[in-house]
């Protein structure tokens, strides 16, 4: 299946929290392409990455990242494809350094900015499969279904007490 979202990271290290959007994807039924693309360590693969975007076919781009967080600012700064970037939880400065490096663009080059960690990278993935569902009848359904079994879950449980 051709991949239509490009899920990148700035690090290996990165993993750990945006596997979370891949499970989110894998769930929907969205294919997807991973792959580590460093603003500081591989500058030039980020350009060419990003100018290539949409050449290959991409719809949307998930890029995460943490401390100096210039991931997702930098391939925004290259293609017109929506961003949603997901700041990763440093250990320094408990991400609110990478929060304010991806949020807090320049008017002119947006990029969508989720929660810091691993609730910010699942609701990147869910948010680039709803971009993908405004042309996607059947992966539309998906999402309500999806969203529909997350209600019945809390509304057939609502004792906090209970497991
Ligand atoms: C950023 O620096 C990465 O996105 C990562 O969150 C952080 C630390 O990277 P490593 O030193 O663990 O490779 O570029």
Known sequence: MQA??????????????M?????????????????????????????EFSEAAV?????????????????????A????????GVPVQSKALNGMDSLLSIAQM???VAVGTLAIGTAGAFNAG??????????????????EAFRNEQTDTVLSNPDPRDE
């Not at 050449?55 to 391939?75: N, Q, S, T, Y």
């Open 106 to 108: 320049p008017k002119g």
């Open 4 to 17: 239509k979202v490009a899920l990148i990271m700035g690090s290996k290290s990165d993993w750990s929290t």
């Open 55 to 75: 050449e290959r076919g991409f719809k949307v781009i998930i890029g995460g990242a943490g401390g100096a967080a210039h991931l997702p600012g930098m391939v």
């Open 126 to 143: 869910l948010l680039a499969c709803q971009i993908l569902a405004n042309e996607d009848a059947q992966l539309a359904e998906r999402i």
């Open 77 to 84: 700064a290259h293609t017109r494809l929506p961003v949603l």
């Open 19 to 47: 596997e979370a959007a891949a499970e989110i994807m894998d769930k929907l039924g969205v294919a997807y392409h991973v792959e580590v693309v460093s603003a500081h360590r591989t500058p030039v693969k980020l350009a």
